[in-house]
């Protein structure tokens, strides 16, 4: 297994449960890279392909805005260009109720998994409080429900109505009486990522896994079409299969094996504060496009989007926005952008792996009988990494690939 985020260490646990011998590759440390900072959603609501209509439209109104939500920023690199065209191309409603019907049932039965773990022992952390959907606008409120509503088609519960006025806010202590409307989907969980990880990792040890941190891939050794060793800055480490679960470090080593991705970093945003009243319910701030999570004791505030390219780099400019975005739905927390620096601890930016449909990659590597790939999960990493580990499982187990899994398989980004 190369890779030790959430994606990764769930397939590692379900190999390991079904009794393989597995051992994990880690270039860093566990957990430390995008399932790190997010806000730790487990949610159904909002589990959809960035791909949307209107969203081309609404990014190329970002031109020279870093505070927009979804902020591009246009990079000299014809592979950059190629992607945004892909992009896009996946951006209609057809694609886009495809690839949100494809999300939806290999989700359907997440908090089942999680319930799983967490009584065999894995302290997954997962509290289901709720998520408050928040605005400005009554008629932005209503409108985001249907939307809502007609997307979930029955598979999950949605309320009737928004509530408005006055009475919207008493759905969440937390929220400011600019608040106007808001609607509350019950169920919906978060869990503190890295503490999950860690959780996995514990899990992991104590199933007989050997974890190799601060190790990093430089290659493969291959014969006859199978991968038989993983060549590492630790020495040479055998395989009989073979797992690529490592975020956007993905294609780099996917193009070893002569399939490189077209991955791009959907750079999100977070950091964290005390609140007093803290929110009690996950928070979505509908005409923002920020959130908020209840986290370990405090609360971890989040949002944008930054095609930027393949970078790690941090501009404050975008944690203000964030803050700035977030005072319309949780009041004046502060008062001026430079008190942020006293206020807010963690703050953190990460590539979240995007390909150009905006669904993941959940398949066997062509060319390579014992070689897999899990990435390109987006936002959804958290939300989606036990049923991906399950199926992916399976897929190594049985050599054949669940019928769930076939909207996610390599060939379909050769169209």
Known sequence: MVGGGVVGLCAAYYLAAAGLPVEVVERRALGSGVSRGNVGWVCLSHS??????????????????????????????????????????????????????????????TFDLFDQMREAGVSTTLTRPGMVHAFLSPSEARHHLAVQREMADGHYPMPDDVTTGPDARMLDDALSPDVRAAYLVEGEGVVDPGAFARGLGEALAAAGVKVHENAEVTGFR?????????????????????????????????????????????????????????????????????????????????????????????????????????????GRWFDDPDDLVGLIRDPWVGGRPFLPDGLPLIDRVPGHQNAFAATGHGMLGVTLGPATGHRLAEYVLTGRRPEVLAPFRFDRLGR
């Open 48 to 109: 959809t392909p960035v791909p949307a209509p209107g969203v081309v439209r609404y990014a190329l109104r970002s031109l020279g805005r870093p505070d927009s939500p979804l902020y591009l920023r246009p990079l000299p690199d014809p592979a950059f260009v190629r992607w945004l065209w892909r992009f896009w191309r996946s951006s209609t409603p057809a694609a886009f109720r495809r690839g949100y019907a494809a999300i939806a049932e290999l989700n359907h039965n």
């Open 222 to 330: 291959s014969a006859a079409g199978r991968v038989t060793a993983l060549r590492t800055s630790q020495g040479e480490i055998p395989c009989g299969a073979l797992v690529i679960a490592a975020g956007m470090h993905s294609s780099q080593l996917l193009r070893s094996l002569g399939r490189p991705l077209p991955l791009q970093a959907g750079k999100g945003y977070s950091f964290s504060v005390d609140l007093d009243p803290a929110p009690r319910h996950t928070l979505y701030f509908g005409e923002r496009r920020a959130v908020a999570s209840p986290i370990g004791g405090t609360t971890r505030i989040g949002g944008t989007m930054e095609l930027s390219g393949n970078n790690n780099r941090l501009d404050w400019r975008r944690i203000v926005a964030v803050a700035l975005a977030s005072r319309h739905y949780l």
